[in-house]
């Protein structure tokens, strides 16, 4: 069977709230889960002198199919129904893509939590740390262990994203152990034309 639109996305222009809270939207996704709810504000001019913001129902299709329904419910899930970080820059018109939005920013995490699961021990390795006690410990790939990366979607953050042009920086928080000592860590993982182009350490401290 061909792919089949499951999922009518609803773009409700409000001045900022929806149901006036995000739980309402959570609610009403859960009561209609083939239906995409955004958020967009509108001016409208009254008498020509006064600007008002109103609310206005405006109804938008957004094609989901079978192959990325469950990636699109769990991101509206894991936003609290809460998009408007991937249609802020869209015109009405250009609302169907926000499933390619959302499959291209599931793609930079898995990219960022692979380099973080591949590359974290060798580029901490000789990097000193200062424990809770105040002295110093150097850490050493090959004693390095037990790393974990936080790679739920909502703990692996996006932030300077470029749809267009497939960059974005990628925050990816976790623990390892050495020598019994646990450590927290965060690294910042640069994507450039959808790949993985650089990343460092942000911070490196004692669990």
Same mark, same amino acid.
């Given at each position: 069977?061909?792919?089949? #639109?499951?999922?009518?996305?609803?773009?409700?222009? =409000?001045?900022?709230?929806?149901?006036?809270?995000?739980?309402?939207? =959570?609610?009403?996704?859960?009561?209609?889960?083939?239906?995409?709810?955004?958020?967009?504000? &509108?001016?409208?001019?009254?008498?020509?002198?006064?600007?008002?913001?109103?609310?206005?129902?405006?109804?938008?299709?957004?094609? @989901?199919?079978? /192959?990325?329904?469950?990636?699109?419910?769990?991101?509206?899930?894991?936003?609290?129904?809460?998009?408007?970080?991937?249609?802020?820059?869209?015109?009405?018109?250009?609302?169907?893509?926000?499933?390619? &939005?959302?499959?291209?920013?599931?793609?930079? #995490?898995?990219?960022?939590?692979?380099?973080?699961?591949?590359?974290?021990?060798?580029?901490?390795?000789?990097?000193? @740390?200062?424990?809770?006690?105040?002295?110093? @410990?150097?850490?050493?790939?090959?004693?390095?262990?037990?790393?974990?990366?936080?790679?739920? +979607?909502?703990? !692996?953050?996006? +932030?300077?994203?470029?749809?267009?042009? /497939?960059?974005?920086?990628?925050?990816?928080? /976790?623990?390892?152990?050495?020598?019994? !000592?646990?450590?927290?860590?965060?690294?910042?993982?640069?994507?450039?034309?959808?790949?993985?182009?650089?990343?460092?350490?942000?911070?490196?401290?004692?669990?």
């Amino acid at each position: 069977m061909d792919k089949s #639109k499951l999922v009518k996305g609803i773009a409700i222009v =409000s001045g900022g709230l929806v149901c006036a809270a995000a739980g309402c939207v =959570s609610g009403f996704v859960l009561d209609n889960p083939d239906t995409i709810v955004t958020v967009q504000e &509108r001016i409208v001019e009254v008498n020509n002198t006064v600007e008002v913001p109103v609310d206005v129902m405006v109804e938008k299709i957004v094609e @989901v199919d079978n /192959g990325n329904l469950d990636l699109v419910l769990d991101e509206l899930y894991d936003n609290d129904g809460s998009v408007e970080y991937l249609i802020d820059d869209l015109d009405d018109d250009e609302l169907d893509q926000v499933v390619d &939005r959302i499959v291209m920013a599931q793609d930079f #995490k898995a990219l960022a939590v692979a380099e973080i699961k591949a590359e974290l021990f060798d580029e901490l390795d000789n990097t000193d @740390v200062t424990l809770a006690d105040n002295s110093t @410990v150097e850490l050493d790939d090959d004693d390095m262990e037990r790393l974990r990366i936080d790679d739920d +979607s909502d703990e !692996v953050i996006l +932030s300077d994203i470029d749809y267009e042009d /497939g960059d974005a920086d990628v925050s990816v928080t /976790g623990t390892f152990e050495q020598d019994d !000592v646990k450590f927290d860590y965060e690294a910042l993982v640069e994507i450039k034309d959808g790949e993985v182009d650089d990343f460092e350490i942000v911070s490196v401290t004692e669990a």
